[in-house]
């Protein structure tokens, strides 16, 4: 059997430089409008009411970021690079240093954390882009990180294939089905996508 090399992961990429004032109304911005989507919902939240808590001018805010939209995936964004940076340089079991199994299981409590902070905008991403979202960066990023653990543990099984089922279990529209549509707690869905990855990992190949 084929054993698959270790692949590094792509970053995302850097901020250009910006001045240190319009550095600050960035950061100011962008946790504003975490903040009051985490508490309203992005559709239920006005541009107006990010600026005011924000503390700056409606100008400002349309000149930087345009629309709503175009803020919630900012917002997003800013997630993002804090996600990709635990995974690559956090502590363990998420970043370096644990078992890849281990490093697997803590990804996917991680990323069901993550859905359920920012689950609108994640299936927005997800609906609306008619299956750009599984070509997105943030998306390769996680397979890529996925496929890379897998290859670690189980070099003989069909690595591509697994990544995918892995990954596709955490999908914001999953989630959304088994957190609303189920009732499903979060602890209820961490505990079994840790089985799935103990049946991925650790069932023998027939």
């Not at 939240?45 to 970021?65: H, N, P, W, Y």
């Not at 955490?170 to 961490?190: I, N, P, W």
Request: aromatic share 6%; proline share 5%; hydrophobic share 45%.
């Amino acid at each position: 059997m084929l054993h698959l090399p270790f692949m590094e992961l792509p970053v995302l990429d850097t901020q250009p430089t910006e001045r240190a004032d319009a550095a600050r109304n960035r950061r100011r911005i962008l946790a504003a409008a975490a903040k009051l989507f985490a508490q309203q919902g992005v559709r239920c939240t006005s541009m107006d009411a990010i600026a005011a808590e924000a503390g700056v001018g409606k100008g400002t805010l349309f000149r930087r970021f345009g629309d709503r939209a175009s803020l919630a995936l900012a917002v997003l964004d800013e997630t993002e690079r804090a996600f990709q940076d635990a995974m690559l340089s956090g502590p363990a079991p998420l970043g370096p240093g644990a078992p890849p199994c281990d490093r697997l299981r803590a990804h996917g409590a991680a990323m069901l954390d993550h859905l359920d902070l920012n689950l609108e905008i994640l299936l927005e991403a997800e609906v609306s882009s008619s299956g750009g979202y599984l070509r997105s960066e943030p998306y390769r990023i996680h397979w890529l990180h996925i496929r890379n653990l897998v290859s670690q543990a189980r070099p003989d099984c069909d690595v591509d294939y697994s990544a995918d089922v892995l990954l596709g279990a955490l999908s914001a529209q999953v989630f959304a089905h088994q957190r609303t549509g189920r009732g499903m707690e979060l602890d209820r869905l961490k505990a079994g996508y840790a089985d799935l990855v103990d049946r991925v990992i650790t069932t023998p190949i027939r």
